[in-house]
């Protein structure tokens, strides 16, 4: 198993306990948006990962223009978590909208191909890749 896949292991299990999980978007303008995110789940293929989520409108407009997303996973307890940087390859759902916001939110799951896995921590940090020393 390669690092990077023993990262993204360890990521996953972080998102499972924690339950925090961020989506960073950009739209053509580089205008960024946060959403959160429900479920996070390794795939057959390596250096993949699905996403699923109710996504808003702001987020379903910027990843159908921009496909280069942020995950964000952190353990605020531990101070502990990873920045996923990827892009969208595939983007499914099953049609079903939210009642809480009239309908404007629609469940969708990404399947994000990884370029960079980095340390996700708010005390000082250097960005460098998870498992680099």
Known sequence: MSMEQKTLEEAVHLARKTGIVF?????????????????????????????SFWCCPTTSFNTGLNPHVSVVIWDKILDKGY??????????????????????????????EIEKILLFKKTPHTDREAGVL
């Open 83 to 112: 920045q996923i940087l990827g892009e969208i390859r595939e983007v499914s759902g099953n049609g079903e909208t939210s009642p809480a916001v009239s309908g404007r939110q629609v469940e969708r799951s990404l399947l994000i």
């Open 23 to 51: 989506l960073g978007s950009a739209d053509h303008r580089g205008i960024p948006h946060v959403c959160a995110a429900t479920d996070l789940a390794v795939v057959s293929r390596k250096n993949r990962f699905r996403l």
